[in-house]
């Protein structure tokens, strides 16, 4: 079945260094989303990437879409404490409406 | 506008007891529904989803069951509790036809 590979797991940081964290999935995907989920609480919807190479920004964060729909990116700029959380990217294969998951990259930002 | 529910906020079960975890979404028809629960500094694991009343899919096998008796409620139970089933359960819905999740606040379990 389809696996949504996520990388690093975790990730320490000082507080105005950069932070990348990568997808990778086995299968061609029609669209991947990104989620944060602060520490103790529950996902919470970042983006959703549709179209090949596409790049869309959100204030420091940026995301990334590969030519082949197959990996993405999270870019963050100058990270802050607000910033601490984890990351998930989730994946779709046409004709499936459930995304699947990769495992999440736990960001901690040192101040 | 759309939310959801989700109680009890935490739970402490001895192993072999019942469990019976409510979700109930406000403000859309029709949605689907899911049920996915998070190990301790895990990813999320999707349990079983719903496109209808009545109709439930399972993603992985175990002693844990779902059942959706109205459009909106959607129910995680068990007979008998594992201490594997200890973990932050947490119920999400989607508009259908659409791919982006909302997640309710969860349900921390303890199994003991």
């Known amino acids: 079945g389809q696996q949504v590979m996520q990388i690093p797991q975790y990730q320490h940081v000082q507080e105005g260094e950069d932070f990348t964290t990568y997808c990778n999935s086995s299968?061609?995907?029609?669209?991947i989303q990104w989620y944060k989920q602060r520490p103790g609480g529950h996902p919470v919807f970042l983006i959703q990437?549709?179209?090949?190479?596409e790049v869309k920004k959100q204030k420091r964060l940026t995301f990334q879409f590969g030519e082949a729909k197959k990996n993405s990116s999270l870019h963050i700029t100058a990270t802050q404490t607000t910033d601490v959380g984890t990351y998930f990217c989730a994946g779709q294969t046409g004709g499936s409406y459930i995304p699947t998951f990769g495992r999440g990259t736990s960001l901690i930002v040192h101040p | 506008s759309q939310t959801i529910h989700q109680w009890p906020a935490t739970l402490v079960q001895p192993v072999g007891s019942p469990l019976s975890l409510e979700c109930t979404v406000e403000?859309?028809?029709?949605?689907?529904l899911y049920w996915y629960r998070q190990a301790a500094g895990r990813g999320l694991q999707l349990l079983f989803y719903s496109v209808g009343i009545g109709q439930i899919s399972s993603e992985v096998p175990q002693n844990l069951s779902a059942s959706r008796p109205q459009d909106r409620q959607f129910i995680l139970s068990s007979k008998k509790l594992l201490l594997s089933d200890s973990g932050f359960y947490l119920c999400?819905?989607?508009?259908?036809?659409?791919?982006?999740?909302?997640f309710g606040s969860g349900t921390q379990l303890s199994v003991l």
């Open positions: 299968t061609t995907l029609s669209n």
């Open positions: 990437l549709v179209k090949s190479g």
């Open positions: 403000g859309t028809s029709n949605p689907n």
């Open positions: 999400a819905w989607s508009v259908r036809g659409r791919e982006k999740l909302f």
